[in-house]
């Protein structure tokens, strides 16, 4: 197949990096794909463009791509994509924002030929119930794949979409990358040792994130427990007013290590954790960072909240909560002393990881999705051509 991609940011956030790892892996089972993201700043520290060629491809940058509607930018955009397209014939579209979905109808339109477009839709818990999103579900969709099973029901209940046009794919993780066999932890730069106790979160530090809810569990595990070490892997610009001052204020200060943002060594500092905490999803909807400690081999604690009880089996792999402090902090010290516990739940991340997050299997069944969408454009066209009797 000929497929063409479209990403309308250039930022590398956990949707673009979802969106790229399955062009690539559609690249390398053989199907001929291009890759459009916007163009980054001069001086972007990270970036699509950057993450492309860091993985071998070449991403098509001629096109605005702006991730918000622009009409300036999305007119131009429209014109020189629709030429793309007719020069191109590629046999699908997949979009992967709003913006690149628009401009993929608009472009598709006037191409004189039938172009299906699939579209992903990153939020676990479906897409806002908007006159924007009901137009392009109606009249500018082939297909829909959705990272959750509660966000398929949602947009079959708010939008009436046809459960057969809607699939629902697992968002992937680099097994081999996260491999708890092959990582070295880093525990040793964190003057930790092999027999402390580590909890962690990896999170943007902000204000609707938790952390006061965190940090008062933390407080009721320290009287229990006084060794625990809890890192913080993050940044925020307000990580003083809603971390730091708040620790001191209740005395856990000195058992949080505060790693700031990691790159380089991110798998490394993952990998020090004996326990994951998460409560809140950020602005990637697809818990990218739980996924990444399952397959670690890492048991997470979770929020009842949007689809993180579809990603984590209560008290197989991790465990669920309503995230009160006392009932984070009663998970924690549970965690912290059932050391066989810790290690069957990280057994069983470890195996759902391999079975549910692999790239491979996850890029065969949005293979699988693009193949039905072509079947059936073609019996469309065989039946309108058929002779009315």
Known sequence: MKILHLFSNWKWTGPAEHALNTARALSETGHQVTFACAAPPPAAPESIVAAAHEAGMVPLTAFSLNKHFNVADNVSDIFRLRSFLRREKFDLIHTHLSNDHFLAGAAADKTGRRIPII??????????????????????TDGLITIS????????????????????????????????????????????????????????????RRFEVLLAALEMVVREFPQLKFMIIGRGTHIEEIAVKPSMRLGIRPNLIFTGYKKEDYCETV????????????SDGACRAVR?????????????RGMLPEIIE??????????????????????????GLR???????????????????????????????????????NDACLPVT
């Open 119 to 140: 579209r992903t839709c990153y939020d676990g818990d479906g897409l806002k119930p908007r006159l924007k999103n009901r137009l392009l579900l109606k009249a500018m």
């Open 149 to 208: 099973e509660q966000a398929r029901s949602q947009i079959i209940k708010t939008y009436a979409v046809p459960e057969n046009a809607l699939w629902k794919v697992h968002v992937p993780v680099d097994l081999e990358k996260f491999d708890p066999a092959a990582i070295q932890n880093n525990r040793q730069h964190y003057r930790l040792t092999d027999a402390d106790i580590v909890g962690g979160i990896v999170a943007r530090v902000q204000k609707h």
């Open 271 to 282: 990998a020090c954790l004996n326990f994951k905490v998460f409560l809140m999803p950020g």
């Open 292 to 304: 990444e400690a399952m397959a670690l081999g890492i048991p997470v604690i979770a929020a009842r």
């Open 314 to 339: 209560n008290n197989r792999d991790g465990i669920i909560i309503d995230d009160s402090p006392e009932n984070l902090a009663d998970a924690m010290l549970r965690l912290i002393e059932n050391p």
């Open 343 to 381: 290690q069957t739940m990280g057994r069983n991340a470890r195996e759902k990881a391999r079975q549910e997050f692999d790239l491979m299997k996850q890029t065969k069944k949005v293979e699988a999705i693009y193949e039905e969408v072509l079947k059936r454009q073609t019996r469309e066209i």
